[in-house]
């Protein structure tokens, strides 16, 4: 249907959407049909985050899913076109989740609706995509503070399998599916023994030093036989298929990273070393102590995701804000880096949030904001049509009320791929379930 929004029509739209909802433990949205019309916004400010904003007089112009012009001033009059008046609004780039399980976890207590790990230490076959479950609640929560996008990953064991990059709808996963076998995921062993109490009750030093080093041995003769495997496939082709070396393909070869889950120094390092030993892509994720190893990171280029900021220091010696100033001393030093929530996809929406925690500890707000978006589509392999407001990248974006950096700043609209997404939610619905109580009870009065 095309037509002219106004701001006074888009809340009102917001308000219809979060009270139509009913609160449930499987989300009611609808996914969106695909763009079948050009949509034009305009008098808006244009947050590219490639390039300089476009303040106040900004149009965006997008058809089938993907944006076909932005500029200054009077935007182009298309036929059929739908046109929104966001004067006094602003449109940025839709966040991407460069580390979550949404999908793959309903109720952490509940073990039925927790599907994030493979039976065994070595599953590089599984496809975290597979598993998400499009209907989860969580998914429209994380959408309703702009997260539209997402890297979903396996957990558990040596290698978990392949993490997934999703679009925040869909009827199935493979609607959702952006790119299913986005890299392998490698939980990269412990490289010093613990001195902490529970460890040392459960495991002497020498026990924990011993299974260090079998856990790095195994992930050794993994690649080993992988490689040796596609060596012997390629000079013989009628050799029977192995589909967990197959399935490492990509990595071996470069055409995809190894996500290597390290937080500790000495994590970092030893996975560094040992995937330049091989020439592999890798991109160490969590990195926790990731500004004690800068010179080497710097020295093979290795991006670093960074898993949350919204936690206490590793250790007891170190400043109560070493989280929150690791962004800006990455960014400082010209480590690539990308922003995640490190928490359960029940938090997953407060994502952007822990940006503005890095912009309070020094890091510039143009880089946090860079860091949610383009930087880690970038790191996520999705460079070229995720992360900014561009022509030719998908038309992926949200208009907001001010800063999104900000908690107190609401996404008005989004999009999918040129299609507009339901904001509604369960907390949404059960909010304005309670004021209606209250309104009867003649205890609250909107007037």
Sequence with gaps: MSGHWTWSTI???????????????????????????PVIIHSATIHTV??????????V?????????????????LAGAEVIDAHGLHIYPGFIAADTTLGLVETQSVQVTVDTTELGRVTPEVRAAVAVNPDSSLIPVARSNGILTGLVFPRGGLVAGRCSTIRLDGWTWEQMAIDAEAGLVVNWPRTEPSRGFSFRRQRSETEQRKQIAESLQEI???FDDAVAYLQARESDPTQATDLRYEAMRSAIS???????????????????????RRDLRIVIVGGQEADKAIPLILKHDVPVIIAGLHRLPRHRYEPYDSAFTLPAK???????????????????????????TAVAFGL???????????????????????GSIEVGKAATLIITQGDPLQITTDTLVAFIDGRQIDLGNRQKAMHQ???????QLGLLDDS
């Design 364 to 386: 510039p707000r143009s880089e946090a904001l860079r860091a949610v978006t383009l930087s880690a589509a970038e790191i996520l392999g999705l460079g070229d049509t995720h």
């Design 254 to 276: 470069g055409e995809k990273p190894v996500f290597v889950r390290a937080s500790s120094v000495g994590q970092i390092e030893s996975a560094i070393a040992w995937a330049t």
């Design 11 to 37: 809340t009102v739209a917001v308000a219809i959407l979060a009270a139509g909802r009913p609160a449930a433990a499987q989300s009611q949205q609808i996914p969106a049909p695909p763009q079948d019309h």
């Design 433 to 439: 379930k309670y004021r209606e109580k209250y309104r």
């Design 50 to 59: 490639s390039g300089d904003p476009i303040e106040d007089d900004g149009y």
């Design 330 to 356: 990455l960014h400082t030093a010209g480590v690539r880096f990308a922003i995640a929530s490190g928490t359960s996809p029940a938090h997953e929406r407060n994502l952007n949030h822990n940006a503005a």
């Design 220 to 222: 050794e003769r993994l």
């Design 61 to 77: 112009v997008f058809d089938k899913g993907v944006i076909t012009d932005v500029g200054r001033g009077r935007p182009p009059q």
